[in-house]
């Protein structure tokens, strides 16, 4: 089986000790709080398509915008693999505001909603919210489980 990869992209706004997420409301991932993001378009660059992702999400425009991991991640029986950058960003202009696709909203570090969200957000959303720089990989067993992973840190990507 030949494998594919997907360019993908994934922006959580961090401001102080809180992080802005959007609950998914439609297509994959549906029903999970997650970051901002998606497909990277073809003749576009991975960090125009976080901004654009995220203010057709959140309609929000971020004013400073730093990559902070790579995750590739893998499911039984999917020769696809979904290749995700990860980005950090402190400061936007706008208001978080709902659209067709995601429901925006404000948690404190403490009370992210890891049951809520996909699990391999556990693992690294500490090293996201400590300020290091990341590489993974995660491979599923449908959507909940996973089944075998790694995760270091890096200090470029």
């Known amino acids: 089986m030949t494998q594919t990869r997907?360019?993908?992209t994934l922006c959580i706004v961090h401001e102080g000790e809180r992080v802005l997420l959007g609950m998914k409301k439609r297509g994959f991932g549906a029903g999970r709080w997650n970051g901002f993001g998606g497909k990277v378009m073809p003749?576009?660059?991975?960090?125009?398509?976080?901004r654009r992702e995220t203010r057709e999400e959140a309609v929000i425009d971020l004013v400073d915008l730093e990559k902070v991991g790579v995750l590739t991640f893998s499911f039984e029986g999917n020769p696809e693999l979904?290749?995700?950058h990860l980005f950090k960003a402190r400061t936007f202009r706008g208001a978080p505001t709902e659209t067709e696709e995601m429901r925006p909203a404000w948690f404190a570090q403490s009370e992210i909603p890891f049951d809520d969200m996909w699990p391999d957000d556990r693992y690294w959303m500490p090293l996201f919210l400590a300020d290091k720089k990341f590489e993974g990989r995660f491979h599923f067993s449908g959507s909940d489980d996973i089944l075998e992973h790694e995760l270091h840190e890096t200090t470029s990507l």
């Open 43 to 50: 003749g576009e660059s991975i960090e125009a398509a976080a």
């Open 6 to 8: 997907k360019i993908l």
């Open 82 to 84: 979904l290749e995700v």
